[in-house]
């Protein structure tokens, strides 16, 4: 019998466990940990609320979840709960699928300003994750400056432009939703330091854009490169230009404005004790496509401003890291006999969900040439037996699909579902909180 340990119960961990399934059968036992007592990682807490079709994956996941050999081993912080040290000697193999959680520090003076915040936290924030439900980002002022020029970046300028409205069918949390309904931002500068040709936007999300009801995308037709020049794009990349290119040439007048401030470098965030304004250096491309500051600079008022700049995975005391990707050090994700890394922990925050499927498959086929038939370890039972003693509240996938029914109710109607945000609010809806703890 093969014992595999993934931890973290992402695209990237459920495609590990789906690869190594269908390649050990039932000569393989898989645990699926994750910290949360909830599955799938930033399916959950990441995908937008108003993209209920991309979470829709989850099924996928939930078949994979539902079999004898798999198991999701829910609210169990590996590195807090239970060692890598200790998962190593009780499986063959321990695969490293924990994402990409921590905001790349944007380094500027002010970035610590109240009112400056990482997609991390303010996404996490709007889609529940317990560990930004407190955040209460700064709306109160009218401006806010959106850093970044991926499809994080849109993510965030449309759940700031929509009316409560648009947000019908959703699950966009309770605390989310009320705020941004009393919400006063009208202006959101979306800042690039490269121009049009190199966005990581993609044309699905960019032309949501054009199609909001209160707000619309704003683009200085000058920044626009020769036409002829998109024909050396690649597909996909050409029609999200072209759609840059409609927005310039058909502007529209809206209440809320979302300004494409292209060739734009933030430098400093000034403010008296909260952020104000962002102060940009303009730049200028050289032949091999990098950007460099020119000199001229100008400041941007923001009271809110959200730096979409990419994510890093945390370091794991003893686990090799890459300090200047931000993510596990790996041979192709043989990170030490026995210990491997997959998905963003492995590649850094890059590509999609499904960019994580063929990362499992070829973790899964690493395992299977390393451990052979495996080598007689615990697994599962000595898992279950170390965590037994040290009390800690397993969640079961069965007690998820607690959680996920109790959240289903509390929908308001029209929406997929109401989240619980509180890491003991799940666990108690779960049906796991005894004694004390469950009286309060
Ligand atoms: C804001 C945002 C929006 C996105 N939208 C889309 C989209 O619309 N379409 C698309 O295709 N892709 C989208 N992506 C990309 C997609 O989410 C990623 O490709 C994918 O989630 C990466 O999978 P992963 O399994 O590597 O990491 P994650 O999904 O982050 O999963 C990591 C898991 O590990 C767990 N974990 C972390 N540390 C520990 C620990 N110490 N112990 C136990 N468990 C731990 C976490 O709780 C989490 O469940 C988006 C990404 C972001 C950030």
């Not at 300028?157 to 939703?177: C, M, N």
């Not at 040709?197 to 037709?221: N, S, V, W, Y």
């Not at 020119?294 to 730096?307: F, K, P, Q």
Request: aromatic share 6%; hydrophobic share 40%.
């Amino acid at each position: 019998m093969r014992h595999i340990a993934i931890v973290g119960s992402g695209p990237a961990g459920y495609y590990t466990a789906e690869a190594c399934r269908n390649i050990f059968g039932d000569g393989g036992r898989i645990d699926i940990i994750d910290r949360m007592p909830v599955p799938f990682g930033l399916i959950r807490t990441g995908v937008a609320p108003d993209h209920q079709s991309i979470k829709a994956v989850s099924k996928r996941y939930e078949a994979v979840a539902l079999t004898d050999t798999v198991r999701f081993v829910g609210n169990i912080s590996v590195g807090k709960d239970v060692s890598i040290a200790e998962l190593v000697s009780l499986y063959d193999a321990v695969v490293l699928a924990t994402g990409a959680p921590q905001d790349r520090p944007l380094g500027i003076p002010g970035a610590d300003l109240p009112g400056v915040v990482g997609s991390a936290a303010f996404v996490g924030w709007y889609n529940g994750h317990p560990d930004y439900a407190r955040l209460n980002p700064s709306l109160h002022g009218t401006d806010a400056v959106v850093i970044g020029n991926g499809n994080v970046a849109l993510d965030v300028a449309r759940i700031l432009a929509k009316t409560p409205e648009e947000f019908a069918g959703s699950d966009i949390v309770a605390h989310a939703r009320e705020a941004l309904a009393q919400s006063r931002i009208r202006h959101i500068t979306l800042l690039g330091r490269r121009g049009p040709h190199q966005i990581a936007m993609t044309p699905k999300e960019l032309g949501e854009l054009g199609r909001l009801e209160r707000a619309g995308p704003r683009i200085d037709p000058t920044d626009l490169p020769d036409e002829g020049a998109d024909a050396l794009l690649e597909p996909g990349q050409r029609k999200s230009v072209m759609l840059l290119r409609e927005f310039a040439a058909n502007p529209v007048a809206r209440p809320v404005t979302i300004d494409f401030d292209f060739y734009a470098m933030p430098v400093a965030i000034e403010g008296e004790g909260h952020a104000q304004r962002v102060v940009v250096e303009r730049t200028a491309l050289d032949e091999m496509g990098r950007s460099h500051g020119t000199g001229e600079h100008y400041a941007i008022n923001a009271s809110l401003v959200v730096s979409c700049i990419g994510y890093q995975t945390p370091v794991i005391d003893g686990v090799p890291y890459e300090h200047g990707r931000g993510r596990f050090a790996s041979d192709e994700g043989r990170i030490l006999p026995g210990l491997y890394c997959v998905g963003w922990a492995r590649r850094g925050p890059t590509g999609t969900i499904g960019t994580n499927k063929p990362d499992g498959l070829m973790i899964a086929e690493k395992i299977a040439q390393d451990i052979g038939e495996g080598a007689d370890k615990p697994g599962r039972p000595g898992l279950d037996a170390l965590l037994g003693q040290r009390g800690v509240d397993v969640i079961t996938f069965r007690d998820w699909q607690n959680i996920d029914a109790e959240e289903v109710a509390r929908a308001l109607p029209g929406a997929p579902r109401e989240k619980f945000t509180d890491v003991e609010d799940m666990v108690r809806a779960a049906g796991k909180l005894t004694g004390q703890a469950a009286a309060e």
